[in-house]
């Protein structure tokens, strides 16, 4: 095959926040307005191959052996845009793309997309890059990739220009067996992404006061992890999941990614924890899906709780995950 040396395969998880992103202090470099934390998903993960070659004359995407749609492919196209100049080649790509998780189930997310793309892409051309400055490439095609770079738990820390706003482990996956068992209520595609979503975050009179208070939870957040602490941790992620949402729907325009049910879940998810002591507490993404972090010893009963709920709910369980990695070739 020619030029097959510019060929390679990653694979990189998806993450869950227990402290948010929302909304950039500079757009194009995706410089985040705070510092954020999150946990590695095992069990939802992007394979991505990047072959590079002097002979095509643009870049091609496929997502699960289809052809990818013209907004797909414009977004990966800029990121490898990126790449090329940070990288100094002017090859083009054919990049093939596969989530082990069902698209389309509101689970998707760009991180593990971007963070598998992103380690391909840089391996395919043969430069040897640490992992801090993978991040930061990462970073530049959705900013929740960056935290999907370093395995297990991580923080993003924000940074002043792109050299240090980049991810690192603060605990590796086997510290603490958190599960994440994510209820999901829609299966419908959202209608505003995160990336149109945290243009409008400053819109909203609550962005600065939840901007200003983020790195007292993050701080509390981070040493409940380091304890293993789960009371500790409980109400700081809903706390800091609500006050992203609170400032979502006073943005203009107003963004409302809770259903009916995602309510149902997070009152009952807070009940099952102050009223009968089940470890378990809820957080939302940019959509209505409502994860459900609880200890392993009390996953069984909350998966058995949510399908009880209500007959709409499905249910993806994942435990901690790794960081991103080379696979050999297909
Ligand atoms: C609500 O990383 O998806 O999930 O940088 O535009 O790709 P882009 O945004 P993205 O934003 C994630 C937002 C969030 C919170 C979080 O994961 O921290």
Known sequence: MPNSKYIARARAHSNIAFIKYWGNRDDAL????????????AALHSTTTVEWSEERSADSLTINDAEAGAAALERVRAHLNLLRERLGTS????????????MGAGIASSASA???????????????????????????GSGSASRSIPGGFVEWLAGD??????????????????VDIIAIV??????????????????????SARVETVDERLRKVKGAIMNRDFSALAGIVEADSNLMHAVM??????????????LAVMQ??????????????YTLDAGPNVHCICVAAD????????????????????????????????
């Open 114 to 140: 971007f963070a598998a793309l992103t380690l391909a892409a840089v391996a395919a051309l043969g430069v040897e890059v640490p992992q801090r400055q993978l991040s930061t490439l990462a970073r530049l």
């Open 91 to 102: 090859m083009f790509a054919r990049v093939e793309s596969s989530n082990n998780f069902p």
């Open 186 to 207: 829609s299966r419908r595609h959202k209608r505003v992404g995160s990336s149109a979503g945290h243009r409008t975050a400053d819109t909203s009179v609550l962005q």
């Open 30 to 41: 995706r410089l985040p307005a705070n510092s954020s934390l999150s946990m590695n998903l």
């Open 249 to 262: 729907m006073t943005s203009d325009p107003a963004l409302f990614y809770w259903l009916p049910l995602s």
């Open 268 to 281: 009952a998810a807070r009940r099952w924890r102050l009223e009968e002591g089940l470890r378990v507490c």
């Open 299 to 330: 996953a069984e009963r909350v998966a058995g709780r949510l399908a009880a709920l209500s007959p709409d709910i499905e249910i993806v369980r994942s435990g901690p995950g790794p960081g991103a990695f080379l696979l050999p070739r297909a």
């Open 161 to 178: 220009f792109h050299e240090t706003s980049y991810a690192e482990s603060i605990a590796e996956r086997e510290h603490w067996d958190l």
